[in-house]
């Protein structure tokens, strides 16, 4: 990516809306964090409820840091005129882990493919722009499996340098999924695989 190594760029939390006005249809254009593609579906229920009169709610999403996946949907308008348009934006602010949706309600008049790509573009253009957009670690997750009776001694590294602890299950052998910035992650690697009895595996992003 183009952000600065071990960062990536993205919005702080889920914005107000804007609203974009093109010879009487309005667009209103939402932002949102998201980590997950099911973040996805009910956060665009939530729009089509909150503008019931909308005759699209398109959107286009970008997740992932080294291993990026996006999409884009037009919901119903002329192919490519509302997603990409939209996911354009994404990639001209250089975000990822980010949603971005924009309601049409028609105002009777039609705007034209180059219409509709131009104010699909603008609407997600001034939504980012009013958001706060911020720079986050990227983060590595690991698979930490042992035997009980390291529990402690486990426990107390991971306390000792403050690492993230995603889940964990103590049911038979111990497993925790932790969490480490990349800038640390062979420190973290290198720590556990020093511990006799700790198998240590790097997850996919």
């Known amino acids: 990516m183009e952000n ?16 974009y006005k093109d010879r009487k249809s309005k667009f209103y254009a939402y932002t949102f964090p998201i980590t997950n593609e099911n973040d996805i ?3 665009i229920e939530r729009i089509r409820k909150k503008h ?7 959107y286009a999403w970008r ?10 949907n037009d919901d119903g308008e002329p192919n490519n005129s509302a997603g990409m ?11 990822t ?3 971005i949706a924009v309601a049409r309600i028609f105002g ?18 001034f939504a980012l722009e009013s958001s706060s957009i911020i720079e986050k670690a990227v983060k590595v997750n690991y698979n930490l499996c042992f035997s009980y009776p390291l529990l402690s001694r486990v426990m107390r590294v ?6 993230d602890i995603v889940k964990q299950d103590m049911s038979t052998d111990c497993t925790i999924e932790i969490s480490v910035k990349l800038s640390n992650a062979l420190q973290t690697e290198y720590i556990f695989k020093g511990i006799h009895g700790v198998s240590i595996s790097k997850l996919d992003d």
């Open 4 to 19: 600065k190594v071990g960062l990536y760029k993205t919005v702080s939390k889920a914005s107000e809306g804007i609203l």
């Open 41 to 43: 579906k009910p956060i």
């Open 52 to 58: 019931p009169t909308a005759n699209h709610v398109c």
């Open 63 to 72: 997740i992932g840091v080294e291993k990026q996946r996006y999409r884009a």
């Open 85 to 95: 348009p939209i996911y354009g934006q994404i990639k001209s602010f250089g975000l």
């Open 97 to 99: 882990n980010v949603l």
């Open 108 to 125: 009777g008049t039609k705007l034209g493919v180059g219409g509709l790509i131009s104010a699909y573009r603008t609407a997600a253009q």
């Open 158 to 163: 991971i306390k000792q340098n403050a690492i």
